[in-house]
């Protein structure tokens, strides 16, 4: 069993930034991937980028490359989302998510998920 807890996430301007983390507890394998996914009000959870726990493989969606990056510190069982140049379009909870299919971008590739942290940008 895993556990998800994440944090990090609040009120900034248009082109501010945050870094959300995710601590986990459990067993977590190196083979495993973790995830950032962010579900709008109204709107599908979509993924945003994961990594492997063990190993530096990265994936990240084509609407967040270049402005999100995606980071672990297996010292400390935590994985950050460090995200630049925040648009009001990325308002959304976002939600770290573990599973051992690999570095993959659907939900169902994901066996557990945390309670989500709101991230609010306003224009």
């Known amino acids: 069993q895993v556990q998800l807890v994440e944090s990090g996430g609040g009120l900034v301007q248009a082109g501010g930034s945050l870094r959300l983390s995710c601590a986990a507890s459990?067993?977590?394998?190196?083979?495993?991937?973790m995830g950032w996914f962010r579900q709008a009000p109204g709107k599908e959870r979509e993924f945003m980028a994961a990594i492997r726990w063990g190993g530096s493989s990265t994936y990240y969606a084509d609407s967040v490359k270049g402005r999100f990056t995606i980071s672990r510190d297996n010292a400390k069982n935590t994985v950050y989302l460090q995200m630049n140049s925040l648009k009001p379009e990325d308002t959304a909870v976002y939600y770290c998510?573990?599973?051992?299919?690999?570095?993959?971008?659907?939900?169902?590739?994901?066996?557990?998920w945390g309670q989500g942290t709101q991230v609010t940008v306003s224009s």
């Open positions: 998510a573990a599973g051992p299919k690999g570095l993959g971008s659907l939900r169902t590739d994901y066996s557990y």
């Open positions: 459990g067993r977590i394998f190196s083979g495993y991937a």
